[in-house]
């Protein structure tokens, strides 16, 4: 159970940083999906910022902390129930297999964290 709990946090962590790296950068396609689901520009930073906070927080808790990374791995299954809630909320259908496989990833990371 340890292991899997390391290699599903692991691909949570490189997943919320590349895509955090990708919402401060303003990459095309993250520019593209925000005004589909109608999230403004500005708000790019703080999402990122969000997305980056909950990989260093799941990294501490791989280093020890492990409420740290129960909390992180919680806020981020509610930050991505958002997004996809969002995806709905807009009817963009077409580019929601990115929020719900972020979200499974986060899910996967918090129940292996509580099991651990």
Same mark, same amino acid.
């Given at each position: 159970?340890?292991?899997?709990?390391?290699?599903?946090?692991?691909?949570?962590? @490189?997943?919320?940083? /590349? !895509? #955090? +790296? =990708?919402?401060?950068?303003?990459?095309? $396609?993250?520019? *593209?999906?925000? %005004?589909? &689901?109608?999230?403004?520009?500005?708000?790019?930073?703080?999402?990122?910022?969000?997305?980056?906070?909950?990989?260093?927080?799941?990294?501490?808790?791989?280093?020890? @902390?492990?409420?740290? /990374? !129960? #909390? +992180? =791995?919680?806020?981020?299954?509610?930050? $991505?129930?958002? *997004?996809?809630? %969002?995806? &709905?909320?807009?009817?963009?259908?077409?580019?929601?297999?990115?929020?719900?496989?972020?979200?499974?990833?986060?899910?996967?990371?918090?129940?292996?964290?509580?099991?651990?």
């Amino acid at each position: 159970m340890v292991m899997a709990y390391a290699i599903v946090t692991v691909l949570t962590i @490189v997943a919320n940083a /590349g !895509i #955090a +790296a =990708a919402d401060f950068a303003r990459a095309e $396609f993250v520019l *593209a999906n925000s %005004a589909e &689901v109608g999230v403004p520009r500005s708000w790019l930073p703080w999402l990122g910022a969000l997305k980056g906070a909950g990989a260093v927080g799941l990294l501490i808790g791989l280093l020890g @902390v492990r409420p740290l /990374g !129960i #909390a +992180a =791995a919680t806020g981020l299954v509610l930050f $991505f129930i958002g *997004a996809v809630v %969002a995806h &709905v909320r807009m009817r963009v259908y077409s580019t929601m297999v990115g929020p719900v496989g972020y979200l499974g990833l986060a899910v996967a990371s918090l129940v292996l964290a509580l099991l651990r």
